[in-house]
Every structure is written in structure tokens, then in C-alpha cells.
């Protein structure tokens, strides 16, 4: 049986205070919650507060992203040491806001590729979050325009496969695989359940083609772009749908513990 996980991306939002006052409101919400991992992936800043005022409960937490080197001259990076040293327990990889992928469009002249993300680099990550023995949440999805063109199955197919390139079977089965379609993140435009459960099996399907049955059955696949509190409960009921990755609606208590109870 596969644990429920359950991450709230809260993104560029919160000060160290905010952060504080969030935890200090959900931990007692959450505190009878059981058999389902409750994460929490605060900007870099906050990790530390976060990580210490979870300590002891249920709540475990996660850094936003992380960088492909141990140390060394790369100004703003973030390594998985330090996260682990701040308490962060897991990491995103490969979020499509990292991608630079956004909204309904793929970058378009005006924005900035600001993290220049790719499957490569993506790869490097998750390898380098491992033998560090940081947990990776590794983010997938297609854009608008991908799915308009009808290549929503093999642009998943492509990042799953370059994304866990070179790992074990064993590596791939500890994972959690988010899938979050770009064109329904922080738009209020949920993907159908039907759709959700489609793709989230293909990724499954995938992953059993490339490291085995037990992989597949042991790799956790969320859901991820405009989940709340109204329609997690049909999501995660799905049986591919093993937890979702929630932006927007993790920033207030009463909408992401709706979610965490809906399960
Ligand atoms: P959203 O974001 O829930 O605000 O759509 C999800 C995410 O980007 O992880």
C-alpha cells in the first residue's frame, strides 16, 4: 500500500514570521492526521523555522529546489547538505516554474528562463539529492500548447524517461513523481479526474517499463495544479493518484488542511 503524501508548494510567499504563524496554526490541525505524509516546502529562508517548529509532529519538509554541486562558486545556489542541514527532508526537482514553463504559453520573448531548467540538469539533481540522502519530488507536466498538439503523452514519457536516467529501481521506488500540467497551475483550470488518472497511470506504466513492476507499484505519483479543498477528495481517490502537490490553496491553514482531510 502506497502512503498518501500530501506537499504544499507555498513558492515566493511567506516571510520567516509568516512561516512561523502558518506551522504554529496547522501543526495542531493536522496533529490527529494519520497515514498520510504532510509536507511542507517553504521558500529557503523559512526551511529553518519551518523544519524546527515541525519537529515531533507529523509534518516533514521539503526545499523548492536544489542545486547539481556539493559546494563551490555558483552564486545563489542552494546544496543538498545545507537543506539537509537546515531540516528539509525532501526537495522539488524540476517544477515547471523552474523549467520555466508558465502559465498557458512556453516562455515567450519578454519573460526570462531565470533557472535555464532542463531534463538534464533536472537528472543531475534528483542524483545528486540521492546520494545525499535527500528525498526528491521529481515535477512533470506539459504546457498548452503541448496538449493542444496532442503530445501531452510523449512529452511525459520524455521527461520521466531523461528526468530518472541512470537510476536503480531500487532509487526509482523510493521517489515521489508530481504530475502537474503547466496549463492548469495557479489558473483555477483543474485537469478532469478522468485525465489526471490517465496520465498519472502512463507515468506509472512508464516507470514499470523502465525499472521493473515494483518500482512502479512503490513509485508515489501526486496530482498537482489548482487542487482544493472541493475537488481533492474525487482526485486522490483515484487509484493512481497517490497525494498532490498543492500551490496556491497551501498558503492558508483552513484550505490545506481541507485537502489533507479530504483524503
Ligand atoms: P497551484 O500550484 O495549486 O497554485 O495550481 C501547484 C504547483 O505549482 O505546485
Not at 519530488?137 to 524517461?161: F, H, L, P, W
Not at 541512470?166 to 526509482?172: G, I
Not at 498543492?246 to 481541507?258: E, H, I, N, R, T
Request: proline share 3%; aromatic share 6%.
Amino acid at each position: 500500500m502506497r502512503k498518501p503524501i500530501i506537499a504544499g508548494n507555498w513558492k515566493m510567499n511567506k516571510t520567516i514570521g509568516e512561516a512561523k504563524d502558518f506551522v504554529e496554526a496547522f501543526r495542531v490541525e493536522v496533529a490527529s492526521v494519520k497515514d498520510v505524509e504532510i509536507l511542507l516546502c517553504p521558500p529557503y529562508l523559512a526551511v529553518h523555522e519551518v523544519a524546527q517548529r515541525c519537529q515531533g509532529t507529523n509534518i516533514a519538509v521539503a526545499g523548492q529546489d536544489v542545486f547539481w554541486k556539493e559546494s563551490g562558486a555558483y552564486t545563489s545556489q542552494v546544496s543538498a547538505k545545507m537543506l539537509l542541514d537546515a531540516g528539509a527532508e525532501f526537495t522539488l526537482i524540476g517544477h515547471s516554474e523552474t523549467r520555466g514553463r508558465f502559465g498557458k504559453e512556453d516562455m515567450t520573448e519578454g519573460q526570462f528562463a531565470f533557472f535555464a531548467e532542463s531534463d538534464e540538469t533536472v537528472n543531475c539533481k534528483i542524483k545528486v539529492a540521492l546520494a545525499a540522502g535527500l528525498k526528491p519530488i521529481m515535477c512533470c507536466g506539459e504546457t498548452y500548447n503541448e496538449r493542444q498538439a496532442g503530445n501531452t503523452d510523449s512529452v511525459i514519457k520524455g521527461q520521466v524517461k531523461n528526468g530518472l536516467a541512470d537510476l536503480t529501481a531500487e532509487q526509482v521506488g523510493g521517489m515521489v513523481v508530481a504530475y502537474e500540467p503547466v496549463w492548469a497551475i495557479g489558473t483555477g483550470e483543474v485537469c478532469s479526474t478522468p485525465e489526471a488518472q490517465r496520465v498519472c497511470a502512463m507515468i506509472r506504466a512508464k516507470i514499470a517499463k523502465l525499472f521493473g513492476d515494483v518500482a512502479a507499484e512503490s513509485v508515489r505519483i501526486q496530482y498537482g495544479g489548482s487542487v482544493k479543498p472541493d475537488n481533492a477528495k474525487e482526485l486522490l481517490s483515484q487509484p493512481d493518484i497517490d497525494g498532490a502537490l498543492v500551490g496556491g490553496a497551501s498558503l492558508k491553514v483552513p484550505d490545506f488542511v481541507g485537502i489533507i482531510k479530504a483524503i
